[in-house]
């Protein structure tokens, strides 16, 4: 009898194992789509718009700066930069302080769920901008959708609006 129950157990246990290593190549898949549809909306908008260096916008974290200088919200850009590098940093540094300092490493994660909304809330707000230049009535609608789609569905909304002139409005 016994060992039908550690064959059981093996079993739940492989099958927690398979739901996280699915879970985690959702999120790689969900992080490399995000960002090549954002690269390739800030590549084309730099080209429309004459700014130099578009090139840059292929660099990950530095290309919120660039973000920033296409919405006109250089400063927004250039904070959503800072926190990127900073939620990394608070990350790695909560988890070599995990065995140390167990009580800092919850303020660390804290710190880190904080600095992630907060990235998520000021994508939002560069997005929004972007949008409500191109779509003006539907930039609410498309706001929500982002929302519900835990930004997803931002870069590839941004992307489909590179090729419109509305873009370059201010």
């Known amino acids: 009898m016994g060992g039908i129950s550690v064959l059981m157990m093996m079993g739940i246990f492989s099958g927690f194992v398979i739901l996280f ?3 985690v190549a959702v999120i790689v898949i969900y992080s490399l789509v995000n960002y090549i549809f ?3 909306f800030l590549y084309g908008t730099c080209k429309k718009l004459g700014i130099p260096k578009k ?3 292929w660099i990950p974290f530095y290309n919120k700066v660039i ?3 296409v919405a006109n919200k250089e400063v927004m850009g250039k904070v959503l930069f800072g926190l990127e590098i900073l939620s990394y940093a608070v990350y790695v540094l909560g988890g070599i302080t995990e065995k140390i300092v167990p009580w800092l490493s919850t ?4 710190l880190w769920i904080v600095i992630i909304v907060s990235i998520f809330v000021l994508n939002l707000l560069l997005s929004y901008k972007l949008m409500s230049r191109v779509t003006y009535k539907f930039a609410p609608l498309l706001l929500v959708i ?4 835990l930004n997803f569905s931002r870069s590839i909304i941004l992307f489909s609006m590179k090729n419109s002139e509305k873009i370059l409005k201010d």
């Open 21 to 23: 290593f699915i879970f």
């Open 38 to 40: 954002e690269s390739l």
């Open 55 to 57: 090139g840059l916008s």
């Open 67 to 69: 973000l920033g200088k």
């Open 107 to 110: 303020i660390l994660l804290v």
């Open 146 to 149: 982002n929302v519900l789609t």
